[in-house]
C-alpha cells in the first residue's frame, strides 16, 4: 500500500508541473507577443531571457524536490 501512495504522489507531481511549466511558458509567450508587436524585435531577447530562466528555474525546483524525497 506505502509503494502505490508513493506512485501516485509522484505520478501526480509530475502532471502537475507539467501543467504548472506549461502555463508559465503560456504566459511568457503571450506577453512576447505584445512586447514584440509593441517594441519590435529588440523585445525577443527578453523572450529568450525569460523562456531560460523558467526553465532554469523549473529544473532546480525538480531536483530540489527529488532530492527531498529520495531515500538517504
Known sequence: MRFLRA???ELLGLFVSDWVQSGVVIVILAA???AVARFGAPALVLLVLLLATQ???FARAEATRSRRQSPS
Request: glycine content about 12%; overall charge positive.
Open 7 to 9: 506512485a501516485g504522489r
Open 32 to 34: 512576447a507577443w505584445f
Open 55 to 57: 526553465l532554469v528555474w
